[in-house]
């Protein structure tokens, strides 16, 4: 259970940043180094997937650190979550709406951030308990659909992620996106692979001066 206080201030978080990156590689032992070289570079919303090996370990890892806010994706039911949040996950993610997850977090004040495609499903999360929603993948529709759904439902907070590049991001938050997830964009697997942290780094500040540009 966390506090009114503890789940504004991802939302907080979350309205001031508006990028997220969202780390998902299958290279052993990178998954800190590689997050680290994101928030170098300016990032300071995370999102380890539970797919990343050592994922619970680098939650753990960053979750101590206060220049950065730390959450946990793939998500698929509530005991993914107990985990999440036992490692020190500050916010959830799921790939797909999962009702039983929204809801749970919903009532013990987690912001669990669940993945939807059309606007029944992003409406329904936020009916749910989900402040924000993650419109998955990202690309479908591109900001003209963000567009049209956020005109018609202002009350969600539609975070489009996976397909999101460096130059549509500024598009997809004029469109009225809340945030927005960067995953390859943010993660160049040759470069993880190679241990090119400087290369994530370059990357990434050039992500975060395109969200600034909206």
């Not at 979350?14 to 998954?31: D, I, P, Q, S, Y």
């Amino acid at each position: 259970m966390r506090t009114d206080a503890e789940f504004n201030e991802v939302l907080d978080q979350f309205a001031k940043h508006k990028a997220c990156a969202v780390l998902r590689t299958g290279v052993e032992g990178a998954a800190y180094n590689a997050m680290d070289a994101a928030v170098q570079g300016g990032f300071k919303l995370v999102e380890f997937t539970l797919t990343t090996p050592g994922c619970l370990d680098a939650v753990s890892r960053f979750a101590s650190r206060t220049d950065v806010l730390t959450g946990c994706g793939t998500i698929l039911n509530i005991d993914d979550a107990k985990r999440a949040l036992d490692a020190g996950s500050k916010f959830i993610v799921a790939p797909i709406l999962i009702p039983e997850v929204v809801e749970w977090c919903a009532a013990n004040k987690i912001v669990c951030i669940p993945g939807c495609q059309t606007p029944s499903e992003l409406y329904r999360a936020y009916s749910l308990g989900a402040p924000v929603q993650k419109l998955f993948p990202g690309v479908a529709g591109g900001p003209n659909w963000v567009r049209a759904v956020a005109s018609a439902l202002p009350m969600l907070r539609i975070n489009p992620t996976s397909g999101v590049e460096i130059d549509t991001a500024a598009d997809y938050l004029r469109a009225g996106a809340a945030s927005l997830g960067f995953v390859a964009p943010a993660f160049d697997q040759n470069a993880i692979k190679a241990g090119d942290w400087d290369a994530i780094s370059k990357r990434a500040t050039e992500i975060i001066a395109a969200v600034k540009a909206a």
